[in-house]
T-cell receptor, first 115, second 114 residues
Framework: NAGVTQTPKFQVLKTGQSMTLQCAQD?????MYWYRQDPGMGLRLIYY???????DKGEVPNGYNVSRLNKREFSLRLESAAPSQTSVYFC??????????????FGDGTRLSIL | SQKIEQNSEALNIQEGKTATLTCNYT??????LQWYRQDPGRGPVFLLL?????KEKRKERLKVTFDTTLKQSLFHITASQPADSATYLCAPGPSGGGADGLTFGKGTHLIIQP
């Protein structure tokens, strides 16, 4: 069981370059999420997708776009990378049952540095 | 705005003792609260979920309480072991439940000393 797979694991970009972070889950989950984690800030939600075909902004969406390609895949795009976007990016997925959310399953992250 | 507070300082506990971690939240009423463990260089791993109508939840050596009046959750690890050393994150869910993403606390770094 792979769970949630993120690619790449590490990336260095120059300011202004674009990049897409890939995420795929094999648990048949409806909901998928993108978070960033910075020292002293904790995990912050960038975008989420409650189900295939829908996406919504989270706490810190500026500078990012997302695509829910199908039920398995949810990508995060940086159109013009800025040093403030240097962070560790985590993708997660979960099933949603009635009003009670199910546990989120995380990938091991993409460590992104913007020079 | 919603605020989540966890012990900001590292918590040092002697092996075999009970570790107690605190999560306080303000300005909302979560329908549930989750606890995760995160090891260096890895993604968070789910441990326990407790709903607003539950006072306590247990799983092996782990126990979570949820006091909606105090707006606080306590996370206990009994008979702690060095392998329990990690950062523990609390995540109160949105007030209406559902598929919204979680808001995480900054985490408490737990160190279990042999």
């Amino acid at each position: 069981n792979a769970g949630v797979t993120q690619t790449p694991k590490f990336q260095v970009l120059k300011t202004g370059q674009s990049m897409t972070l890939q995420c795929a889950q094999d648990m048949n989950h409806n909901s998928m999420y993108w978070y960033r984690q910075d020292p002293g800030m904790g995990l912050r939600l960038i975008y989420y997708s409650a189900s295939e075909g829908t996406t919504d902004k989270g706490e810190v969406p500026n500078g990012y776009n997302v695509s829910r390609l199908n039920k398995r895949e949810f990508s995060l795009r940086l159109e013009s990378a800025a040093p403030s976007q240097t962070s560790v990016y985590f993708c997660a997925s979960s099933e949603v049952l009635r009003r009670s959310n199910q546990p989120q399953h995380f990938g091991d992250g993409t460590r992104l540095s913007i020079l | 705005s919603q605020k989540i507070e966890q012990n900001s300082e590292a918590l040092n506990i002697q092996e075999g003792k009970t570790a107690t971690l605190t999560c306080n939240y303000t300005n909302y009423s979560p329908a549930y609260l989750q606890w995760y463990r995160q090891d260096p260089g890895r993604g968070p791993v789910f441990l326990l979920l407790i709903r607003e109508n539950e006072k306590e939840k247990r799983k092996e050596r782990l126990k979570v309480t949820f006091d909606t009046t105090l707006k606080q959750s306590l996370f206990h690890i009994t008979a702690s072991q060095p392998a329990d050393s990690a950062t523990y994150l609390c995540a109160p869910g949105p007030s209406g439940g559902g598929a919204d993403g979680l808001t995480f606390g900054k985490g408490t770094h737990l160190i279990i000393q042999p």
